[in-house]
């Protein structure tokens, strides 16, 4: 049996917020939510003021309302979105959630733990795995992921060797 990988690092508010970041524009639940948002506006809108008939002036300002609303709506939810992780963050998850962490991976599957717990995920609860520019995510559900930042390691190469080391391991487990 081969010795498992650790890799300690800090998980801040900020790692947080950019892994609600990244989730967001990879659910396709989100992403339909925001479509919504985005559209259902100034259709009702334009059906208030077709029912009330159009004129001329309001019509240019429902194109000019639409083109705000639909411009700079992105902006304002990635905003949001930051904004409330960070209010949801600072006002604490769970003991320990923020701070140290130690991450051990091996045949069986993922160790999480902090000063206040200690969790083990095998490989069978492992759905899915992410990388993004500044992350390694682990999906242990469809909203929930185990998050290894990626300034945990020395350089893009390690990063690069602790991805193919876990896959290796996963692939043995099944």
């Given amino acids: 049996m081969s010795e498992p990988l650790v890799v300690e690092f800090e998980f801040k508010e900020s790692d947080y917020s950019e892994f609600l970041a990244f989730h967001s524009r990879r659910s396709p639940m989100v992403q339909n939510a925001r479509g919504g948002m985005r559209w259902i506006p100034p259709i009702l809108w334009l059906a208030i003021l077709a029912y009330q008939g159009l004129y001329p002036n309001e019509i240019a300002l ?62 069978a609860g492992v759905q899915d795995e992410a990388v993004t520019p500044t992350q390694i995510l682990f999906y242990l559900g469809t909203h929930a992921a185990l998050i290894v930042p990626k300034r945990a390691f020395a350089s893009d190469a390690a990063v690069g060797s602790f991805i193919d080391r876990v896959n290796e391991l996963r692939r043995a487990a099944t």
Avoid: C
Avoid at 88 to 99: D, E, K, N, V, Y
């Fill in 62 to 123: 429902w194109v000019a309302f639409t083109v705000v609303w639909v411009g700079l709506l992105p902006r304002y939810y990635k905003w949001n979105m930051r904004r409330s992780s960070l209010m949801i963050a600072r006002q604490g998850l769970t003991r320990g959630f923020f701070g140290p962490h130690r991450m051990q991976v091996d045949a069986q599957g993922v160790v999480i733990a902090t000063r206040f717990t200690e969790t083990r995920n095998f490989w």
